[in-house]
């Protein structure tokens, strides 16, 4: 009697102990939402007990993860390219997650305040065309200001990544000589300047080093205490990205089926012109991973993020999706099947 006893408890541990374990998902990309994506899947652990394991290593390092199917979704600021799309071979869903800023933030020596710079001056920046910090061209944007003669230290990304895919098409759209040399690129032939490894690598760069000049997520920015400038939109205003209601304007559009929203440079007349979406990438056929139940954990937590967690954005910085982005995000989550059947209800 004792030992069935005993036995009978020892499979209640058991079955309790595994009922007790986390599942664990993978992700890797994107650096530009990595301080929200490390919050909600926090969270997320707190309200599931499922563990989600989210690597920063730059959008183009998400993708070809995602693409050798080493982690269960990837993460990138912009959309996959035709080259990507073709070594991914099967179809890939871009489902949006939330709405942030690229801003300009610089270190010069004894001055903490906000400049201001458009399109074409920052252009003239990065292909080092401009190369001093009182040059004319930002004096007369910034009158009253008193800048040192002193050498500008361009800091641009390291790695192939969404936020300079982001960056550089501003800079395109702004500027028909960087169009016309530079382009639109994750990974350009950048004309000038030094690299860092990520948004916290170029953050961090700048930060160090006197003189400098760098763009990434306004979250960085923000952690690191470093100055953000005030940019000229399309409409002729001046844009403080601080106030989160000028990046959410900027994404009051109407997002396309595939949820792949370009909105750079809006022309929202109070949006901040350097604001973009960012996306988590799944294929949209889950059968090739063998194991039905890790992929609806995946498309559960994914779910979660577009609604649950969405509470979590502004307060690390990110603007909520618009309504109509999560409606069609939720279109093409429910279009993710395993063996012919959606994931989700």
Not at 124 to 148: C, F, M, Q, R
Not at 297 to 306: F, I, R, S
Request: charged share 15%; aromatic share 8%; glycine share 8%.
């Amino acid at each position: 009697m004792k030992k069935t006893t005993l036995l009978v408890a020892v499979m209640v541990a058991v079955a309790f102990s595994a009922s007790a374990q986390t599942v664990q998902l993978t992700g890797a990309g994107a650096t530009f939402p990595q301080p929200l994506y490390v919050k909600m899947f926090d969270e997320y652990k707190k309200a599931t007990k499922t563990e989600v394991n989210y690597q920063g290593v730059g959008s183009g390092a998400g993708v070809n993860q995602l693409i050798a199917k080493t982690v269960d979704f990837g993460a990138s600021d912009a959309p996959m390219n035709a080259d990507q799309i073709a070594k991914a071979v099967a179809e890939v869903v871009h489902i949006p997650t939330c709405v942030g800023a690229i801003v300009v933030t610089y270190n010069i020596p004894g001055f903490k305040g906000s400049l201001k710079f458009t399109g074409p001056v920052l252009a003239d920046i990065y292909l080092g065309k401009i190369t001093k910090w009182d040059d004319e061209a930002i004096s007369k944007l910034n009158t009253g200001v008193k800048l040192p003669d002193m050498n500008i230290v361009v800091v641009r990304r390291a790695d192939a990544s969404g936020t300079s895919f982001n960056w550089t098409g501003y800079l395109t759209k702004e500027s028909p000589d960087w169009a016309s040399s530079v382009g639109q690129n994750t990974n350009p032939k950048w004309p000038v300047g030094v690299g860092g490894k990520g948004n916290p690598g170029v953050a961090a760069y700048v930060k160090q080093v006197p003189g400098s000049i760098g763009y990434v997520e306004i979250a960085y920015a923000i952690q690191n205490k470093m100055p953000v400038a005030i940019v000229q939109n399309k409409a002729g205003n001046w844009i403080d990205p601080n106030k989160i209601a000028t990046v959410s304007e900027a994404a009051n559009i109407e997002f396309p089926a595939d949820g792949k929203a370009d909105l750079i440079d809006s022309s929202a007349p109070n949006g901040y012109p350097i604001s973009t979406t960012t996306w988590l990438l799944v294929y949209k056929d889950q059968t090739y991973t063998g194991n039905k139940a890790k992929s609806e954990a995946v498309m559960k937590a994914l779910w979660w993020m577009l609604h649950d967690g969405q509470k979590y954005n502004e307060a690390q910085g990110y603007a909520k999706l618009p309504m109509g982005a999560v409606k069609v995000a939720e279109t093409l989550m429910k279009s993710v099947t395993y063996n012919g059947e959606s994931l989700l209800p």
